[in-house]
């Protein structure tokens, strides 16, 4: 018969901490702390496996669950000398859930369960009210568990009775106060149609099903959409006996992690109430104590000493005795460790241990410094610090404090998709130009419906960016991430009257120059001010040369560079000017895999030679204007590569179509018309015989290479000319031109004939050979990856431009798509946003087929990625799989991708690169 209950207790277990799959990880933990004789109380641990049979089966227990109920309540029965349902000595159980994966707060717990109301009578006032006051716990808690009744009907009754007396607060209720309590309860369940049940074995397996069953409650189905845990692990269930921390003045419960959560810090940490239960500290009703005392931070450092008031101070045993168990665990597990526990009568038990939760800069303090406690290897502490961990370590943060303050407040306006990390402040500006103009006199938020290549002047300028359209991947989230900005996108609750230059939030309104601030991790706008505090991280790129870096900043830096020893995959940074390359290579770039050529143009003294050569009625004016753009781009070029000191720098011609680079609206036009010494009309028309029905599928990329060639080689000229300049000055150059959109060979065939001749003619001109130089193509059309091998004849790297080709493939605007994909996402109709997380299933596909194709027609075709997904740790995995040669991505996300390229490696070759290194448990490696 199949095993569906593994007991623990009294320093034995049928299971062990290394079952979490099958007995959740609080069951797993239960187990092992009993092996290792801590106290715990003993109990009994269904598996997972009994949850996937009960969700599978229509909510029905599995054959011989029953049976192996009774038994294993039968052993705890004749261990504690206590009956279950027994009025006199009851035996009280707690049912608990316990994912495989830890969800903490998402299921289901009900506790006291086993009493009846013989059970209330008592010999003494203490006891009674003891009785009482477990018993309206479990009336409450089974009647929101199991019977679905609100909390807050009991919450209700629990406030009338209160008014009604003198008691502030249930805990200073006596017996018979508590009576009314069970009372007013008792009528909240009659209203409800429910009574409690007197059957002790009903109430449990009432209990073990509504747990089971909550494995699929909404907040924990979004829980694991959230973190990507697998929907089919199930939920084990502890049934374990109670003990109580409600008691008396000699009794507690709390929450302890070994290590700071928050800083990282090694200290024992956490909260606690006398004469309370478990639910009582976690649900936020009561204010606890910190074990530090009030005089500390919830902390007591490991010499023991604590603050007035603290743990110590009132249970000096049990707090010796927790100090013990934390350490013990924390060197068992080799994590920090979040621990329940309760004393009764001064004694402690433990109730669960598990990995704690911890902050990003808690993560990689508490992983670097573990190595040199000799307690993990430089492999486990990479492994063990998630990428979004070093997110959150570079993004300025609001102050909580104030943030607290002003959710409160009620200035919370909407909240939209986080696409750049991190919190600022500002004024708002609704047009490019305005945000850098108003940028002088302080911060500005450039708030628009959507933003353009043009707006690059003015999103440079604010101090973030909030859009009401787009995705992760439109041009604002890009850029912003880019710049490394907050930025919220999608904030479709809000509305833009750029004419009437006023921002709507439901009733109210904002007009240009009023504060909003936005916090781009989070995806919250709020009303008014609120201080930023800036990174650490990212104040230490601007510190000078050899200054002591601070204890986090310091830890982030050796935890990245323990990373790329393990890492297969060079991480390339996305960078378009000189000051953008200079800051990659500080965060570790090996080079620059995406310089886009036509954000160079936006800049205020270049975009009138730009639009001169796009209006141009000849050959002779366009020359004139190109000649104008070809030495400032050569100027861009030279400090780039000056910045890479011979890493490749991979510059991609001009992309975008002609018409996104000339102004839009009367004034604008008849102001360029007035410089260019033309007629408006004759704008006008030019400008609207430009415009395209569908542009990113028009008249751009290698298409205007073709149709416009002196543009490519204005530009080939430039790159070349700043190639053979900076490598004649002592500085190498490793340079690849890659031509854009490329969907036919002859289209690849042509601009290579381009593209080299124009590098011949300048090599000869200087006197100078390029012999490193590479020319190659994005692979962002689907037809291109399907021809991959004719394109590779005439390409020596291809590079994925998967925005692009998601768009592509799936047929969506990544512009337009968080119109309908948040419902999409909802609805299940598709996983998550593809433009965020590369949709393996299809657009991996032609990513692996491309690859395939283009090694097999040359073997030494560079394969690399440029796209946003180049940032992204779970994409990262799979180019990793795919055997691609970089991943390139916005200078700001750059760490993450190391990290993340070092942990794909690591899972695809649990040896590790660094075998053969030198010892791994060397701190110093």
Request: hydrophobic letters at 40%.
């Amino acid at each position: 018969m199949m095993k569906w209950v593994y007991g623990f207790g009294g320093g034995t277990a049928e299971g062990s901490g290394e079952q979490a799959e099958l007995l959740g990880g609080k069951g797993a933990g239960l187990a092992e702390m009993s092996l290792l004789g801590i106290p715990v109380p003993p109990g009994f641990t269904v598996t997972t496996e009994a949850c996937r049979h009960y969700l599978r089966g229509g909510g029905r227990f599995p054959d011989g669950l029953d049976d192996q109920l009774h038994e294993q309540m039968h052993g705890l029965e004749q261990q504690l000398g206590q009956g279950f349902g027994d009025p006199s000595r009851p035996l009280l159980v707690s049912v608990r859930s316990g994912a495989p994966v830890s969800m903490p707060g998402m299921m289901d717990t009900v506790l006291n369960l086993g009493l009846v109301r013989a059970s209330l009578a008592a010999d003494d006032e203490a006891d009674a009210r003891f009785r009482r006051d477990c018993f309206r716990r479990l009336q409450a808690m089974y009647g929101e568990v199991v019977l679905g009744i609100p909390p807050a009907r009991f919450d209700a009754a629990l406030r009338e009775v209160l008014a009604g007396s003198a008691a502030t607060s249930e805990r200073d209720l006596g017996a018979e106060g508590l009576d009314a309590v069970v009372a007013a309860f008792d009528t909240v369940l009659a209203e409800s149609g429910h009574e409690l049940p007197d059957d002790p074995w009903a109430q449990l397996r009432a209990a073990i099903g509504a747990v089971f069953s909550s494995w699929n409650n909404r907040r924990a189905v979004e829980y694991r959409r959230l973190h990507d845990i697998d929907e089919k692990m199930g939920t084990g269930v502890t049934v374990q006996a109670m003990v109580f921390g409600n008691r008396g003045s000699d009794c507690a419960t709390g929450v302890a992690f070994s290590r700071n959560p928050s800083t990282g810090e090694r200290e024992l940490y956490g909260e606690f109430l006398v004469d309370a239960q478990g639910e009582d500290v976690v649900a936020g009703t009561h204010t606890p104590q910190p074990i530090a005392g009030r005089a500390g931070s919830g902390g007591s450092g490991t010499d023991g000493v604590d603050g007035d008031g603290g743990l110590r101070s009132q249970f000096p045993e049990a707090y010796d005795e927790l100090l013990r168990v934390c350490q013990t665990l924390e060197r068992h597990f080799r994590n920090m460790q979040d621990l329940e526990f309760t004393i009764q009568h001064g004694k402690l038990y433990m109730l669960q241990t598990r990995a704690g939760k911890r902050s990003g800069p808690a993560a990689v303090r508490m992983a670097v410094e573990m190595v040199r406690e000799r307690l993990i290897d430089r492999r486990e502490a990479v492994r063990r610090v998630e990428p979004q961990h070093l997110t959150q370590m570079m993004a300025p943060v609001f102050d909580l404090a104030e943030r607290q303050r002003a959710l409160g407040e009620g200035r919370l306006l909407a909240v939209g998709l986080g696409a750049g990390p991190g919190a600022a402040s500002g004024r708002i500006a609704f047009t490019a130009e305005r945000a850098s103009a108003m940028a002088g006199e302080g911060p500005v938020l450039l708030v628009r419906d959507e933003t353009s290549p043009e707006d690059i002047v003015g999103m440079h300028a604010a101090a973030g960016i909030l859009t009401t359209r787009g995705g992760m991947t439109s041009h604002a989230a890009v850029v912003a991430r880019g710049m490394g900005k907050p930025c919220i996108v999608g904030a479709d609750d809000l509305v833009v009257d750029e004419e009437a230059g006023v921002l709507r939030a439901g009733e109210r309104s904002f007009r240009e120059g009023e504060s909003l601030s936005i916090d781009g991790t989070r995806g919250e706008i709020l009303a008014g001010e609120l201080a930023t505090l800036p990174s650490e991280v990212l104040q230490s790129l601007d510190a000078p040369e050899g200054e002591r870096q601070p204890l986090l900043v310091a830890a982030f830096y050796q935890l990245l560079r323990w990373a790329d020893r393990e890492r297969r995959l060079e991480v390339r940074a996305n960078a378009d000017t000189p000051e953008d390359a200079r800051r990659a290579v500080a965060f570790g770039a090996q080079g620059i895999g995406l310089c886009r050529t036509e954000h160079m143009f936006f800049a205020h003294e270049r975009i009138g030679w730009v639009r001169q050569m796009i209006l141009a009625d000849d050959d002779a004016q366009r020359r004139r204007a190109l000649d104008e753009l070809l030495p400032v781009q050569q100027s861009d070029f030279a400090g780039i590569f000056r910045a890479l000191e011979g890493r490749p720098v991979t510059v991609r011609l001009l992309d975008p179509p002609l018409h996104e680079f000339l102004p839009h609206g009367d004034e604008a036009l008849s102001a360029l018309a007035r410089q260019m010494g033309v007629s408006v009309g004759r704008v006008r028309d030019k400008a609207a015989a430009l415009i395209e029905v569908n542009p990113m599928l028009g008249h751009r990329g290698c298409r205007l290479g073709i149709t416009s060639p002196e543009i490519y080689e204005m530009q080939c000229t430039a790159i070349a000319r700043a190639a053979c300049l900076v490598q004649r000055a002592g500085t190498p150059v490793s340079c690849e031109i890659m031509i854009p959109l490329t969907g036919v060979v002859e289209e690849m065939a042509r601009c290579r004939e381009l593209v080299e001749a124009a590098v011949r003619r300048v090599c000869d001109e200087e006197g100078e050979e390029l012999d490193s130089l590479l020319i190659g193509t994005m692979i962002e059309v689907p037809r291109a990856a399907l021809i991959a091998d004719q394109l590779a004849r005439h390409a020596d790297f291809f590079s994925f431009g998967t925005n692009d080709l998601t768009q592509m493939t799936f047929g969506f605007s990544r512009d337009d798509v968080g119109r309908f994909l948040p419902e999409y996402i909802e609805a299940g109709v598709i996983a998550g946003d593809p433009f965020a997380r590369l949709d393996v299933d299809g657009v991996g596909q032609l990513v692996e087929l491309a690859s395939r194709r283009g090694r097999m027609a040359r073997r030494d075709l560079k394969l690399g990625v440029c796209g946003e997904h180049g940032g992204d740790p779970h994409s990262i995995q799979f180019f990793e799989r795919c055997r691609l040669d970089y991943v390139s991505c916005s200078p700001y996300r750059l760490p993450v991708a190391r990290l993340a390229a070092a942990r794909a490696a690591m899972a695809f070759h649990p040896g590790g690169r660094a075998e053969g290194l030198g010892d791994p448990l060397d701190p110093a490696g």
